[in-house]
């Protein structure tokens, strides 16, 4: 896998294998190496498990930093191997602008934001937010959002790791809330643990990011018959040439 940051010109290379040993490993560094003096960075991954998920849980760094830099906008980015980072450098600032143009914040808003991955639309709503809590599944990612929180001087970002279905109702049930949730799942979309915790948090505004309308529709269905009721949505082309769509909608409470 290769990553790049399009406005830093920083390469990564990712080197996935089934078993621990890569053969020749020194030579295919080297010629890495040699020959893209863009890279940054080389890492090998693990993965011995037969899924669609490309990588496992095990890293190793080859050569060169654990991560690469990017910017979205103004706001700096750091990038570890098993982060998520958008795809499409062009759309993404379209799609987080369009995110935060539905989550209309004022200033004063706790926001929460499920699935943050290194914390993107976290630090986008963060300066337009009193206060930004984020919840992602990748240990590795939360380590980058916390670094990119303190990259970019943004201090009203907490970051944690865990299942936005296990931490967001344990945050709740403590008796915290949010004025607006962003959601950004993977294709199978929301937990259903997560949407019910939406629907008894009620905060006021709920913006669905997703690359997937028929999970987008079946959760939006139930966001609805739970008190919701679905203002906009607009597709954003992360994909061109191809059937994907990515799509934001806007939710609010009736
Ligand atoms: C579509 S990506 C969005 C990431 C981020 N919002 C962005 O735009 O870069 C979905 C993220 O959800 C994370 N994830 C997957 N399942 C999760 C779960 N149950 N709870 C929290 N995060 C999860 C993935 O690791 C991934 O970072």
Redesign the pocket.
């Known amino acids: 896998m290769a990553r790049y940051g399009r406005q830093t010109g920083e390469l990564m290379v990712v080197i996935v294998t089934r078993t621990n040993e890569i053969p020749q490993q020194n030579k295919l560094v080297n010629e890495i190496v040699a020959r893209l003096p863009k890279v940054k960075s080389i890492v090998h991954n693990m993965n011995s498990k037969k899924t669609n998920v490309i990588m496992g849980d095990k890293t190793e760094i080859l050569w060169g930093s654990e991560v690469i830099y990017d910017y979205i906008g103004d706001i700096k980015f750091a990038i570890s191997a098993r ?4 795809v499409n450098p062009e759309q993404t600032k379209v799609l ?1 602008d369009k995110a935060l143009e539905f989550a209309e914040l004022t200033g004063e808003e706790s926001v929460i ?6 914390g ?2 976290s630090l986008f709503l963060a300066q337009k937010a009193n206060k930004v809590f984020g ?4 240990p590795e ?1 939360i380590e980058d959002a916390k670094r990119n929180a303190e990259l970019n001087g943004i201090t009203n970002a907490e970051f944690a790791v ?4 296990t931490v967001i109702p344990a945050w709740y049930e403590e008796g915290n809330s949010a004025h607006v949730l962003v959601v ?3 294709r199978k979309g929301c ?1 259903e643990a997560l949407l019910k915790t939406i629907i008894d948090m009620k905060p006021k505004k709920v913006v669905y ?1 997703s ?1 997937n309308p028929a999970t987008l529709a079946r959760d939006l269905r139930i966001l609805e018959d739970g008190g919701y009721k679905t203002i906009e949505v607009q597709p954003v082309d992360m994909f061109p040439q191809t059937t994907h769509c990515e799509a934001v909608a806007k939710i609010v409470l009736v």
Do not use: L, R
């Open positions: 982060s998520f980072y958008q987080y934001d499920a699935y943050c991955g290194i993107t639309i919840v992602e599944i990748v990612a865990g299942e936005a279905e950004d799942p993977p937990d990011v690359c």
